[in-house]
């Protein structure tokens, strides 16, 4: 029981770092360095498209995997999100805000090559509903990817 209580806590932690963590500094305005709110700005994206979209970067990218699991008497799927780099407590801490700027990086340039595609309407800017109905759409193409190449009975739901 023990086990799963910090497991559960591990896990809970590995998403608030590489989903919201993010969004709490954005709220600190610190001025020294880039901001998820200013990196937004700079992307042509409302805050909260910016946010759908790393979700989905982060995915594209191999940082966060997402699963799968049926609920064998309701048919509904529960997706699990799990943090693919989140560093060994033992990690020099340097290297670690190393790597941490270096993924940022690529993030935000795999955001920004995701956002002519979220653009619905053409306009050269992604609104917060553009963004969430991007990230809608491709968690629903990842769900019936697994689905139907490992299993196909999951996807149907009575």
Request: glycine fraction near 6%.
């Amino acid at each position: 029981m023990k086990r799963t209580v910090f497991t559960f806590l591990y896990l809970m932690a590995a998403t608030t770092a590489v989903f919201y963590w993010p969004r709490i500094m954005a709220s600190f305005g610190n001025s020294e360095s880039e901001t998820p709110g200013t990196l937004a700005e700079e992307a042509r994206m409302d805050e909260t498209a910016y946010f759908a979209l790393r979700e989905v970067a982060s995915v594209q990218l191999g940082y966060v995997i997402i699963s799968y699991e049926l609920d064998e008497k309701s048919g509904h799927i529960k997706k699990h999100f799990t943090n693919a780099v989140c560093p060994s407590p033992q990690s020099d801490p340097d290297q670690v805000l190393a790597d941490q700027k270096i993924q940022s990086r690529v993030l935000h340039k795999q955001i920004l090559s995701l956002r002519p595609q979220a653009d619905q309407d053409g306009s050269g800017f992604v609104s917060g509903d553009e963004g969430s109905q991007y990230k809608d759409l491709y968690e629903s193409g990842h769900l019936a990817a697994h689905c139907f190449g490992q299993i196909f009975f999951c996807c149907v739901v009575p």
